[in-house]
């Protein structure tokens, strides 16, 4: 699977490069990206993932059923309602971030006018590629690998579809990329529901830790 991504990885960098090229918008499009990929790394690589992962495998190691389906419920609904929050306040605040984070941004106003649009599509990203991160983790801590491994490929097959098919049709080709992304973290969420539904894993989410 590693090899795959990279494989699409560097075929989806060619297509946006030549899409693109060295414009205006192939730098706004890699603006809108950065945001959501960081906190991306925070919630579904980072910290939480270090936490939750280990307190998960103790629980299903020494505790019943029941109580490991308290603690995945409420994980997720708590996750769930925080991410929704960040989401909501990356678009409200777009324009925000655009002039702290878009060096060079606030003096062309056409650069920031995109900038501004493209980061309200991606930055809902965060909340479903996040859950997605917590469903993987939920998958490989009962040995379910592939799911996992599987689901990043389809944000290079989401970016290669719409800059083929899509993006040329468009008067800028970056909105239909930043619909690609956000498209791509729905998908990756989807795609491990049936598997944990199977493996009796699915969240009900409810909100709270007591």
């Known amino acids: 699977m590693t090899m795959l991504s990279r494989v699409l990885g560097l075929v989806r960098d060619v297509v946006i490069a030549n899409l693109l090229g060295a414009s205006l918008a192939a730098d706004v499009f890699l603006f809108a990206q950065k945001i959501p990929n960081f906190l991306r790394r925070l919630f579904a690589e980072g910290a939480f993932a270090q936490a939750f992962v280990p307190v998960l495998k103790d629980i299903q190691q020494n505790d019943t059923r029941a109580i490991l389906h308290q603690f995945i419920n409420r994980v997720a609904g ?7 929050i ?9 324009k925000g971030l655009v002039s ?3 060096f060079g941004f606030i003096d062309q106003p056409d650069k920031f ?8 599509i991606t930055f ?51 909105r ?10 729905i998908l990756q969420l989807a795609i491990h529901i049936p598997f944990l539904w199977r493996e009796k894993l699915l969240p009900k989410p409810q909100w709270g830790w007591g």
């Open 176 to 185: 239909a990329l930043a619909w690609a992304i956000l498209i791509a973290g």
């Open 124 to 174: 809902p990203y965060i909340f479903f590629i996040s859950l997605a991160g917590f469903c993987g983790a939920l998958l490989n801590s009962v040995q379910r690998f592939a799911v996992p491994a599987f689901a990043p490929v389809l944000l290079n097959v989401s970016i290669i579809c719409s800059a083929l098919f899509f993006a040329p049709g468009m008067d800028e080709p970056g």
């Open 113 to 120: 006018a995109l900038a501004n649009d493209l980061l309200k």
């Open 78 to 84: 708590t996750l769930a309602i925080i991410l929704m």
């Open 100 to 102: 702290t984070f878009g």
């Open 86 to 94: 960040v989401a909501i306040l990356g678009v409200v605040g777009s």
